[in-house]
Nanobody, 123 residues
Framework: QVQLVESEGGLVQAGGSLRLSCAAS????????MGWFRQAPGKEREFVAT???????TYADSVKGRFTISRDNLKNTVYLQMNSLKPEDTAVYYC?????????????????WGQGTQVTVSS
């Protein structure tokens, strides 16, 4: 079992930055692929970014060049640095863990989820 706890999100103006963190406990963190997803009101949960055990990353086109996912295996933590935020980035952001060394953009392939944290970007 893996427990994931996201940091608090927040309210930021368009063009601003915010960093989310997700602390993992339970099974060895380093072998898990980690991902960030988000869900806006009335929409399905969508892929944002993922990182494998050796820090190879993949991003959704909508955030590429603005968001950066990273991980610290010693601290059992994954991060999402969000820059140049836009109002359309407003959503609840979820951290997820996949019991595999391979990453995935598909939310159904993730085994564990955090509780979610609200990010609101004002125009």
């Amino acid at each position: 079992q893996v427990q994931l706890v996201e940091s608090e999100g927040g309210l930021v103006q368009a063009g601003g930055s915010l960093r989310l963190s997700c602390a993992a406990s339970g099974r060895p963190f380093s072998r898990y692929a980690m991902g960030w997803f988000r869900q806006a009101p009335g929409k399905e949960r969508e892929f944002v970014a993922t990182i494998n055990w050796s820090s190879i990353t993949t991003y959704a086109d909508s955030v590429k060049g603005r968001f950066t996912i990273s991980r610290d295996n010693l601290k059992n933590t994954v991060y999402l640095q969000m820059n140049s935020l836009k109002p359309e980035d407003t959503a609840v952001y979820y951290c997820a863990a996949r019991n595999s060394i391979a990453t995935s953009r598909n939310r159904v392939e993730y085994d564990y989820w955090g509780q979610g944290t609200q990010v609101t970007v004002s125009s």
